[in-house]
């Protein structure tokens, strides 16, 4: 398939460098370039962190020690 990217110049110019000294050509390079990122493992999906809910009659307002904390995180 064909399409058009527009590249800063600097890129591109970096780009074609890298694909003479590998021996490659551009259409190779970025072939590999796009399936190297696209096949990366996805962060954050998935995992979602808890956290232990403190409840209190007037939000806002509950006062815990560093101690009492850390009980409640362990």
């Known amino acids: 398939m064909r399409t058009t990217v527009d590249l800063p110049d ?9 694909a003479a ?5 551009l259409k190779q ?12 493992p996805r962060k954050g999906k998935g995992y979602r962190v808890k956290l232990p ?6 939000p806002g307002t509950l006062d815990l020690t560093n101690a009492e904390i850390e009980d409640l995180l362990t």
Not at 21 to 25: A, K, P, V
Not at 29 to 40: D, G, M, N, P
Not at 53 to 58: D, T
């Open 29 to 40: 390079f970025i072939t590999r370039a796009i399936e190297a990122e696209i096949s990366k």
């Open 21 to 25: 000294l590998q021996g490659m050509s």
């Open 10 to 18: 600097a890129l591109f110019r970096r780009m074609k460098a890298n």
């Open 53 to 58: 809910l403190i409840h209190s009659k007037r």
